[in-house]
């Protein structure tokens, strides 16, 4: 994995096929997508936000390890089931939008 660009590049491990595919990933566009529609609810899961936004999940997901890894997005404790039926976590912004306004 490249831990120099990570999470403000998307990661990849040592292989030439990962890193050429890590390197077309608009990752910082979707990560922005991501947390936008994380700060406009109380908690959702990779699954639910990439329905809403209507992305594929393999996209979604490694978004939500980087806003984390940032800072950006906390671990609520709750679960829910996603599209496999697997708990999944619920995902909350560290600092909502709505608390950012004046």
Known sequence: ???FG?????????RETAA???A???AADLRARVLAMVERTNGVTADECAGRLGLSILSVRPRFSELARLGKVRDTGERR???SQRKAIV???VQPARLNRP
């Open 6 to 14: 990570y999470p403000q590049q998307a990661g990849f491990k040592a």
């Open 1 to 3: 994995m490249d831990l």
């Open 20 to 22: 050429a595919a890590a």
């Open 24 to 26: 077309t990933i608009p």
């Open 91 to 93: 995902w909350a912004a």
């Open 81 to 83: 089931r996603n599209a």
